[in-house]
Structures are given as C-alpha cells and as structure tokens.
C-alpha cells in the first residue's frame, strides 16, 4: 500500500529508469575503468552522456517538494486509516443487528441496537466472565452437553416453560441466571424478547429431563405477546435493571424499534400487568407514554449519528483528495534535472521504479 502511495505521489523526476537488461544471465553488468577508482572496478553503472554534465545537488525546491510529497504521503495514510474507521462505524449503524444461537446460527435481534452496543448486557461468551458462567444453559448447549427446549407462553408468572435434558454419561449443573435473555424463534411481525426474572440451578443426572414453567418479564413494550419457541441467546441483563417490569422496560425503550409496533403490544396486555407485575392500567398506559417519549428521542439520536458519521466520512475522503493533489502538484512544480547523480541511479540488479 506503501509503494503504490509513493508510485502516485512521487514528483516525476524522483522516479529511476528500470536498469538495463543484461545480454544474458551470466552477463556482467558494465563497469567503470579501475583507473577511476583506488581500489578497483566499482560496481556501478556509468552515468549516462545526459547526465555526466548536469549533476547538480539539491535545490531548495527539491527539498522542499520532497518535504511536501513525504507529508503528503503520511496524510493520506493516516486518512485512509480515518476512513476505514468510519466506514466500518457507518456500516454497523446501518446493518441490521443480529445474534447467534448456541448452534452458531444467526438469527435476527428484536431491537435497534446490536447487543454489542447496549449498555446493561452482560455477554456470557465473554472471556472475561467467571468461571461459574461456563454451567450458564448456553454454555452448555453449545458444546452438546445440554439439549434445551424452549417455549413462552406469554410473559409474567409461568411465562416461559423450559425443557432441560441431559443426554451425556456423567451429572450435570445447568446454571441460568437473572436477567438471561430469550428471542421469538422465527417471529414474522415484532414480537417481544422475555428475560428471567430469578436465578434457576439445576442438577440432571445423566439422561435425566427436566420440564419447569417460570417467570419472565416482556423486554419490548411494544412487541406483541409471544406464544411460540423461543431460543436462549447468550445475554444477560444486569441486576440493576431487573427490580421489576418497570425498570426492565425503562432500560429496553432506549433501544427499542420506533416502527412495526404489534397490533396487540404486551404494554396493553393489562390484564397480565396487573394479576403479574400489580400494574394498574392507568399506570400502565403513563408508562407507555414515558416509555414512548424515550424511544423517540433514541432513535433521533441514532439518526443524528448516522448522519454525523457519513459527514465525518466525506470530510475524510475530501482531506485525502485534497493530499493526493498537493503531493502531484508538488513534485510537478519542482524543476529541472537536480537530484542524485542527475536524478537517476541504477546498480547492477534489479532496478526500483517509483
């Protein structure tokens, strides 16, 4: 990348002429008299009649196109590393967010924002985790030492009914903590994500199954109801926002869809808000307005930083432009025939061209 910089950025009269090919490979390459040297034939190609008359040193002007060219150069590098960056900031802003299941399959996120980018996940693949994360059901699954099943039958109490087998030889402690995260398997429409509400351990002997209903609460306000397979992802939601389905939708709504709500979304679904969570409906409908204004106001901000990074994006490809022009420029504008040994060298082998 370095080479083909240099190749447009040089002035022309840096740049050598290939050396001259040799009769044959065991050719000799032509030599200067040993009378011309005190030790010797020297290695070297004799200047050409053009130039054994016009050697000149340095000019200022060389030097300072050289000088120009050089920090043209480094501009340009250090843009296109600029650009790149901004390139790939753009393209994950725009790329719709998704997640892979224990199978490695990839499956799409229900919200706006990929997993990476959200504060209060917790990633349980992360090698930073401890080392009780690697009983988490995920964990388990992916390495075919559980087999897990899953299916929401709604969201608050018994929400979510879980099939836990274990098909291996030896006992096995299944660890799913507060806060793990489940996705609508093959949903058509918005359809909301369920997150536990307690821890669950479980000890399987071996071939031993398991099938328990537990708690959830709905991580989309505006989802719809899920009463299908769900699939395990490897996230977890912080403590902090688990103290009941009031906090965990104040954290959702920031990355939260602002489009495609459910016709019938869980935030309606009063009936479960209050025999599950004690919600009125007239708390539950000025949550939902809360709920709303937060979602607009996050999803403009995701818009003003798309549209800040694609005019970061073009200020930087302008910059390296506007380099590449004043590193031709300059070494068009340098004069004459000045430079080492009448701006030309060539050895014996291979010649280096700019």
Not at 78 to 88: A, G, P, Y
Not at 89 to 108: C, H, I, K, S
Not at 270 to 297: C, I, K, N, P
Request: glycine share 10%.
């Amino acid at each position: 990348e370095i080479q083909s910089q240099l190749s447009l950025s040089a002035p022309d009269h840096w740049r050598s002429s290939p050396t001259p090919a040799l009769e044959g490979p065991m050719a000799d390459p032509s030599l200067l008299p040993a009378s011309d040297f005190s030790g010797g034939k020297a290695l070297v190609s004799p200047m050409s009649q053009a130039h054994s008359g016009s050697y000149q040193p340095f000019s200022q002007i060389d030097k300072a196109a050289m000088w120009q060219a050089a920090i043209s150069l480094l501009c340009m590098l250090l843009w296109d590393d600029d650009e790149r960056r901004l390139q790939k900031r753009l393209d994950g802003l725009l790329a719709e967010p998704v997640f892979n299941d224990a199978v490695g399959a990839e499956l799409p996120w229900p919200y706006a924002v990929a997993p990476a980018n959200m504060p209060g996940l917790r990633d349980v693949c992360d090698p930073g985790q401890d080392s009780q994360e690697g009983e988490h059901a995920f964990l388990l699954t992916a390495n075919s030492a559980l087999e897990l099943q899953c299916r929401a039958a709604g969201f608050g109490k018994r929400g979510l009914e879980l099939s836990l087998f274990n098909p291996g030889s030896s006992s096995l402690t299944v660890e799913l903590p507060a806060g793990s995260l489940f996705v609508a398997h093959g949903a058509r429409s918005r359809t909301q994500p369920l997150i536990t509400q307690e821890a669950l351990t479980v000890q399987l002997a071996p071939g031993e199954q398991r099938i328990l209903a537990i708690d959830v609460y709905c991580g989309d306000s505006h989802g719809s109801v899920p009463r299908c397979d769900m699939t395990l992802s490897q996230y977890v939601l912080e403590r902090e926002h688990l103290g009941s389905q009031h906090s965990v939708w104040r954290w959702s709504a920031g990355f939260q869809p602002t489009s495609g709500s459910a016709a019938l979304p869980a935030g309606e679904d009063f009936q479960t808000l209050e025999e599950s969570f004690g919600m009125s409906r007239a708390e539950a409908r000025s949550l939902l307005d809360e709920l709303d204004a937060v979602a607009r106001r996050s999803d403009a901000a995701r818009q003003q930083e798309v549209l800040d990074v694609r005019s970061q994006l073009s200020a930087a490809r302008r910059r390296k432009e506007a380099a590449r022009s004043r590193g031709s420029s300059g070494g068009s504008s340098s004069g004459g025939g000045g430079g080492f040994g009448g701006g030309r060298s060539s050895g014996g082998g291979a010649g280096v061209s700019w």
